[in-house]
């Protein structure tokens, strides 16, 4: 069974900002010199940190991943290309979808193999939730 379609998985461009891009390397790999899953969710970690940390001033912390799906599979030598926007806005959080599109040089093509919502906190220098002083 295929994973669940989104709204944007039929999407031909993704949505958002480029935050990161990386090559998927070998050493990125499982037993099954598959792309390791958990190294894509790291990469989407830190694209929707790279935009929390433009949107605030604030130290800021994951606090929640939802509505992860892997859509396709990621191979190695995949550029890895993570987009990310601001979804929702709150007091002391901001809740930033993540695509992930990869490019595959080869053939010049374009696939968006998984998406995400990662919340941040906003915190303080004890750890606790602030406001967020907001710049974008
Ligand atoms: C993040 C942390 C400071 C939040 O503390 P808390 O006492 O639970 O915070 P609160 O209940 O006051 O919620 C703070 C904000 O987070 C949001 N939030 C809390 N839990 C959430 C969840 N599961 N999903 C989405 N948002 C959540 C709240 O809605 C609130 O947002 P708002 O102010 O914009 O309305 C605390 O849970 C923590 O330190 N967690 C560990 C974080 C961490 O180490 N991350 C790295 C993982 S390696």
């Not at 039929?10 to 949505?15: H, L, M, V």
Request: aromatic share 8%.
């Amino acid at each position: 069974m295929s994973a669940n379609p989104t709204s944007t998985q039929e999407a031909n461009e993704p949505t958002g900002e480029l935050v990161i891009k990386n090559i998927a390397m070998p050493k990125n790999t499982n037993r099954y010199r598959d792309i390791f899953g958990g190294w894509l969710v790291s990469q989407m970690d830190l694209g929707g940190a790279v935009l929390a940390h433009k949107c605030s001033r604030n130290r800021m912390t994951t606090v929640a991943i939802d509505r992860m799906v892997f859509l396709q599979p990621v191979y190695v030598g995949d550029v890895v290309c993570c987009y990310a926007s601001i979804s929702k806005r709150g007091n002391t959080s901001v809740t930033i979808e993540v695509e992930v599109w990869v490019e595959r040089l080869l053939d010049n093509t374009k696939h968006k193999v998984t998406e995400g919502l990662f919340t941040f906190v906003a915190i303080d220098d004890k750890g606790k939730p602030t406001p967020i002083i907001w710049q974008c």
